[in-house]
């Protein structure tokens, strides 16, 4: 974190201006973030315990919303489930690839920056043009995927990837994986120019092979690293949306509902906007919870590593 | 150590390094460049021919796209996106110079406040957020889609810009004042015109994020007329129109942001991953 400390700018003024003034700057950003992020963050707390249809006056019903949500049916619980295993399979596939990839690109070559071009590509494209284009990838008859399997010999692997129940869910997060590990590979990559030279070349006289100056002087300097990479694709997991609309709908049979499809969901195509509230706030309180895990762990390992 | 010596320990890892990477980059890239390919083929040849190069250069489905709306859509994301750019830049580097230069009461808690939000994203708060556009008459216009993403794209801004205030030196300013300028003389003339940098890279991230986005889009939007391309391309897709002009609408969507990307690299990748990395 950057010092907080402000400038000693303000000692030639009076108090009194000094007070008043920074409002003055702060405010149209103030103004923006209060109305259109605050604001919503509270209402949607205060919505979550009404029935609410969109039209008709609110009805407040207590924790109504919530009791549905968790206790009599089970489609909440069914999508958390989902964006656990998404969460899962995203976090390790994003992590360990971008940080071999990121190990790798870590050194003077011919063709380095284009191969770090390349990879950081998809993260700038939008998540409904990749779900799309993967979309078609994975049809059964036109797309890629088959098609490779059954040149190389493996037509029997062939699979509908979208329409099955069992594999949609896995066939999303290779989608989610491909996106975005370039975005954690440029983190990871940033993370290892600041590791020191000299603790390599100590190494080396120690006498360590690559494996072991990774594990004992690349890991360690990059926990923080690691930890912020893995809340931000926890983070990622849990909010997914974009993806799982466009490629499945949350289907087939409901295999790849999401929260955030599931409040979407039940909030504007069955009118329910208390309810879909609800899973929001519960999500929300989720993420949170994990979040805040995260930055205890990197509190925490910060500390240490000050010892 | 470099070009000492070319032991088979250099080649072994030389040939592993460029077999993994070219691996990454063909499954990255393929796919993107086949969007492109596909977008130029005829209904019939997408299907027969799937890998191969196009064997006639077909601008028919480019046509098609434009019919279906592509312009219109690429224009709406355009002023959505700049519109969001413009909001972001006047908040965000007014915010952060007070939050980086003048001492007050609140400052750290109002920093922190912004920062905190962090962790819900536009997802998380849909549902109240669509109330609350409503209520001020906001749905189906420009600014239903600008506002919220100003909004939400302040925090990060706030943060990177404040970071990059903080390492201007605080004698310039001193020394504009000599001069005869107000607080607002000195950031307006001293320190935004050496700012590029930083004020590029909120720019052009907070461009990308607006030009992408769904989820709001999908709510609060339903004149035709306003679709940003997100809106456009779903829609095309759920009403399963030809494929051919479906592909030649994703290259339409991306190709822009795809030359931004590689022309303005440095900027992007700094604003995307300064949040992360010094938080």
Known sequence: MGAAVPQGLTTR???????????????????????????????????????????????????????????EGPLFWQALAHNAIYAVGTVVGKNVLALALAVVLNAEFRGRAFFRTTLFMPVVMSLVVVGIL???????????????????????????????????????????????????????????????????????????????QFRHVTLPMLRAIVVVNVTISLMGAFNVFDLVYVMTRGGPNNATNVVVLEAYQQAFEFYKLGYGAAISVLLMLIVIALSVAQIRLMRGERAEEYN | ??????????????????????????????????????????????????????????????????????????????????????????????????????AFVGNRALFFMFIFTLV?????????????????????????????????????????????????????????????????????RVVLPISGPGLAAVAILQFVNAWNELVLALVAIRNPALRTIPLGLQIFVADQVEWG????SLSMATLPVIVVYVLMQRHFIRGLTAGAIKG
């Open chain 2, 1 to 102: 150590m470099r070009g000492a010596r070319f032991g088979l320990r250099q080649v072994v890892v030389g040939t592993c390094r460029y077999g993994l990477l070219l691996g990454c980059a063909i499954i990255i890239g393929y796919p993107v460049l086949w969007m492109v390919l596909q977008s130029f083929k005829s209904a019939a040849e997408m299907y027969a021919n799937i890998w191969g190069m196009p064997q006639v250069i077909l601008l028919e489905n480019y046509a098609r796209a434009v019919e279906m709306g592509m312009v219109r859509y690429i224009l709406n994301s355009t002023v959505v996106a700049a519109g969001t750019v413009l909001c972001i830049l006047v908040g965000a580097s007014l915010a952060a110079y007070a939050f980086s230069k003048f």
């Open chain 1, 134 to 212: 993967w979309s078609w990838i994975y049809n059964y008859q036109f797309g890629l995927l088959n098609n490779l399997l059954q040149m190389v010999g493996l037509g029997a692997w062939r699979g509908a990837w979208l329409g099955s129940t069992t594999l949609s869910l896995y066939a999303l997060i290779v989608v989610d994986v491909w996106k975005f590990f370039g975005y954690h590979m440029v983190i990871y990559l940033a993370g290892l120019q600041a590791i020191p030279p000299v603790l390599y070349e100590a190494a080396v006289i120690d006498g360590a092979t690559a494996w072991r």
């Open chain 2, 120 to 188: 819900v994203p536009m997802q998380a708060m849909i549902i109240p957020l669509y109330a609350v556009l409503v209520s001020l008459r906001l749905t189906n216009t420009y600014l239903a889609l600008i506002l919220p993403y100003a909004a939400a794209g302040l925090p990060v801004s706030i943060f990177l810009l404040r970071t990059f205030f903080d390492t201007i030196p605080r004698e310039l300013e001193e020394a504009a004042r000599i001069d005869g300028c107000s607080d607002f003389g000195a950031f307006w």
């Open chain 1, 13 to 71: 003024r009076s108090a009194r201006r000094t007070r008043l003034r920074p409002f003055l700057w702060l405010l149209p950003a103030l103004v923006l973030f209060g109305v259109f992020r605050l604001y919503p963050l509270l209402f949607g707390l205060f919505l979550s315990l009404h029935k609410w249809d969109g039209m008709a006056p609110m009805v407040f019903i207590g924790l109504a919303n919530f009791w549905e949500a968790m206790v």
């Open chain 2, 245 to 248: 002009p479906v592909f030649a």
